[in-house]
């Protein structure tokens, strides 16, 4: 038997491989002057306040600072991997770049709502009803307690988390996300998975495995008209357990009066 060779490739197209080594190290930021960055008025005479807290400061209630803004700054911050202080004047130079006068928040108010920040998903959406893919995984945690280990001969206990995904069947864009402890199980993470999709878009199904196949994920997705449709591991098919209600209301109109359920 003839022992393995890794494939030897030659390059021919210069021009071409040099521009796109080029075009690998461009920066593109782009910033919509529409967008809610600025604090919107108060109505209240004085001078209104730049930056916001979650408390009272002096009796003086700070004014909630858009969650846009603070979501850019903390992208750019884990994007480049700054700490908070070095994140404000990079975003505030950018901002001077393209013309825009806006103010950045400071490195306390990012630290502050970055812990309780309800991170916002941009998805561009695919053509008719939404047909959602949720799974989950496990995560290793490796932070100070493994590198004493290493060094030290300490404690080898590991740290998992668990990530819940819902993706769009059609774009296999990432359209809702949890992160729980390992200990937490997956059935009861999608309804809060279905709540960050807006009422206003319809969900046509919901495909998941047999581990959200309970009672409680069942209602949860007739409550937004979906139908739920498990995966069949061992086969590689599909079982509907739960038809949508345009679908349940059509069964029942073609059903016999005398055979429906008393």
């Not at 700054?82 to 393209?98: E, H, N, Y």
């Not at 809060?192 to 009672?215: H, K, M």
């Amino acid at each position: 038997m003839s022992s393995w060779a890794r494939t030897k490739y030659k390059t021919t197209n210069w021009s071409a491989y040099n521009e796109a080594l080029r075009r690998r190290g461009s920066l593109t930021v782009w910033f919509d002057p529409d967008m809610e960055w600025i604090p919107p008025p108060t109505g209240k005479r004085g001078r209104q306040q730049s930056f916001s807290g979650e408390e009272d400061r002096n009796s003086i209630r700070w004014i909630e600072f858009p969650t846009n803004a603070i979501q850019s700054c903390l992208t750019m911050k884990v994007l480049f991997g700054m700490p908070l202080r070095q994140t404000t004047g990079f975003v505030q130079s950018l901002l001077r770049l393209v013309g825009l006068d806006w103010n950045v928040p400071d490195f306390s108010t990012l630290c502050r709502r970055q812990r309780k920040l309800n991170v916002a998903i941009p998805y561009r959406g695919g053509t008719g009803p939404l047909s959602l893919l949720v799974d989950s995984t496990g995560i290793k945690a490796e932070g100070e307690g493994e590198w004493n280990a290493r060094k030290h001969g300490g404690s080898k206990r590991r740290i998992w988390r668990k990530v819940h995904i819902g993706i769009d069947e059609q774009t296999l864009e990432i359209r809702a996300v949890e992160v729980t402890g390992s200990n937490i199980g997956d059935a009861p993470i999608l309804p809060d998975l279905l709540d960050q999709i807006p009422t206003d878009e319809e969900i046509g199904s919901v495909t998941a495995d047999g581990a959200y196949d309970t009672r409680k994920c069942h209602e949860a997705i007739a409550a937004r008209g979906a139908a739920a449709v498990r995966m069949l591991s061992r086969t590689g098919g599909v079982r509907i357990l739960t038809p949508a209600p345009q679908e349940r209301q059509a069964m029942e109109a073609d059903e016999p009066r005398c055979h429906r359920p008393q």
